[in-house]
């Protein structure tokens, strides 16, 4: 079985300052692992994923994630968090069965 | 140009009562999935096609039913409806199953009273 965990509900940052988003998976076999976005009232909207290669990927909006193959990590990262960056990110894991989200963690940058 | 569409946004109706959601997608895709997020946000995937053939039906009830007329197109069907199918419930395309990304639709807000 495949699970993604986000350990934080809520994180909370002020503008300028450097974010990170929080997020670990179980799956067997290789993983490939998604980040989304969603904004309120919208759909999701994808914003970068590892499937293999190099460790850190770069994705949309300044967003990057490192994938941390000994940790079972996949964070999110934004060197400077704006306040439009404010949303509802899910992690997702896809293993050998289809796509499970995390819970979601709910971002707030403050001015 | 809308990639994945859904309608209606909004969905209003009576417990007992029979609805349909309609999606499509204008991006060729070969998959599509329908997802329900609860109130508290959690997004649980229920039915993916791919090709016009069924080939996920996680443990929903199965009041509800998927309807693919073509890849284009994934509606769901709600007979009976209760009052815990209240959700925004999403449509979803991807290339393939896989490693590919899903582009979700706007969702449909659907409350039942």
């Known amino acids: 079985a495949q699970s993604v965990a986000q350990p934080e509900d809520q994180v909370n940052v002020a503008e300028g300052n450097p974010l990170t988003v929080k997020c670990t998976y179980s799956?067997?076999?290789?993983?490939?692992l998604f980040w989304y976005v969603q904004y309120p009232n919208r759909g999701l909207q994808f914003l970068l994923k590892?499937?293999?290669?190099?460790?850190l990927v770069k994705g949309s909006y300044g967003f990057e994630a490192e994938f941390n193959k000994s940790q079972t990590s996949f964070h999110l990262k934004k060197p400077s968090a704006l306040v439009s960056d404010s949303a509802l990110y899910f992690c997702?894991?896809?293993?050998?069965?289809?796509?499970?989200f995390g819970a979601g963690t709910r971002l707030t940058v403050k001015p | 140009d809308t990639a994945v569409s859904q309608t209606p946004k909004y969905l209003v109706t009576q417990m007992g009562n029979d609805k349909s959601i309609k999606c499509e997608q204008n991006?060729?895709?070969?998959?599509m999935y329908w997802y329900k997020q609860d109130s508290k946000k959690f997004l649980k995937i229920m039915f993916s096609?791919?090709?016009?053939?069924?080939?996920i039906n996680e443990t929903v009830p199965n009041r509800f039913s998927p309807k693919s007329p073509d890849k284009a197109h994934l509606n769901l069907h709600i007979n009976s409806l209760e009052l815990g199918d209240s959700a925004v419930y999403f449509c979803?395309?991807?290339?393939?199953?896989?490693?590919?990304?899903?582009?979700f639709g706007p969702g449909t807000r659907l409350t039942v009273l």
């Open positions: 991006l060729g895709h070969d998959t």
């Open positions: 799956v067997s076999g290789n993983p490939y």
């Open positions: 096609y791919n090709n016009k053939e069924l080939i």
């Open positions: 590892y499937i293999t290669g190099d460790n």
């Open positions: 997702a894991v896809r293993g050998n069965n289809d796509m499970r």
């Open positions: 979803a395309s991807s290339i393939i199953r896989g490693r590919n990304e899903q582009f």
